[in-house]
């Protein structure tokens, strides 16, 4: 088991900046990859961000590419989400995740923070 746990949301306005982390617990060696997801309201969720622990090779969504970079300090067990030039449209809850394979099979999700973008 892994648990993920999730901080650092809140309300900023457009233009501005946050920054999340997500703390990782438990089994965290048996996770290659740690992303961050995201759900608006009315919306599906979708994927952000990746990267891959013993690499650091990390992947974006093309939506936030450029505006938001994920880094990770496997010492640690954190992976924080850098977020930069947030738009309203990036307003949602933002989920942590652990994948043990990768691809589209994530095992562990954190309980989620509020990122609020205000115009």
């Known amino acids: 088991q892994v648990q993920l746990v999730e901080s650092g949301g809140g309300l900023v306005q457009a233009g501005g900046s946050l920054r999340l982390s997500c703390a990782a617990s438990?089994?965290?060696?048996?996770?290659?990859?740690m992303g961050w997801f995201r759900q608006a309201p009315g919306k599906e969720r979708e994927f952000v961000a990746r990267?891959?622990?013993?690499?650091?090779?990390?992947f974006y969504t093309n939506s936030v590419k450029g505006r938001f970079t994920i880094s990770g300090d496997s010492a640690k067990s954190t992976v924080d989400l850098q977020m930069n030039s947030l738009k309203p449209e990036d307003t949602a809850v933002y989920y942590c995740?652990?994948?043990?394979?990768?691809?589209?099979?994530?095992?562990?999700w954190g309980q989620g923070t509020q990122v609020t973008v205000s115009s």
């Open positions: 990267i891959t622990w013993s690499s650091g090779n990390t």
């Open positions: 438990g089994r965290v060696f048996s996770s290659r990859f």
């Open positions: 995740a652990a994948s043990s394979i990768g691809g589209d099979r994530w095992d562990y």
